[in-house]
């Protein structure tokens, strides 16, 4: 399904053939990328990009839906609804989007619109942002969409050498 966030952003249903058009994304974003995000490393040329949105397109999670995120007709990330616990009425998203785009408020409008369409056709009530301690930028985004920080899983991962935590920010959606 196409979605309309503005003027200039949509999203576009992810598929395996866009692993050419996005591969030199990530590889030319790839260390700032690979700051937060674990599996960028193993994407390293278009048959693994392919692998990489095979897992995304194909997780298997209740509710999963992935998109490319295109701004001025451009694709410039990705953004995905990973799962929705119906139990707890929440819908965990995931987003990653090329450094150069940084500033156009594109993430932050693309959870709100998605909120919005979530609210209007589901039971879902909270939408949770995981992203690791040290992502500044995306801990800022949660806050902007109104995000309280709800939970830390210490140690989630190791980047750099460095161990880092997952902060787990909520979004509720207005009734």
């Known amino acids: 399904m196409y979605i309309r966030i503005s003027e200039k952003i949509t999203l576009e249903p992810l598929s395996i053939s866009d692993a050419e058009g996005l591969y030199p994304l990530i590889d030319s974003d790839r260390l700032n990328l690979g700051k937060y995000l674990s599996w960028v490393d193993s994407v390293i040329d278009i048959e693994t990009t392919r692998e990489y949105l095979q897992s995304r397109i194909h997780s298997g999670l209740n509710g999963a839906s992935w998109y490319k995120i295109m701004f001025l007709g451009s694709a410039v990330g990705v953004f995905g609804v990973k799962t929705i616990c119906e139990d707890q009425v929440t819908a965990e998203v995931g987003y990653w989007l090329h450094s ?6 594109i993430i932050t409008q693309t959870i709100s619109g998605i909120a919005q369409q979530l609210k209007s056709q589901s039971t879902i009530r909270n939408i949770e942002i995981r992203c690791l301690s040290e992502n500044q930028a995306s801990i800022a985004v ?23 935590d997952l902060n787990i920010y909520t979004v509720q959606l207005q009734t």
């Open 142 to 164: 949660a806050l902007r969409v109104g995000g309280v920080h709800t939970g830390t899983i210490p140690d989630y991962n190791t980047i750099d050498s460095s161990p880092q």
């Open 100 to 105: 150069n785009y940084y500033g156009n408020g």
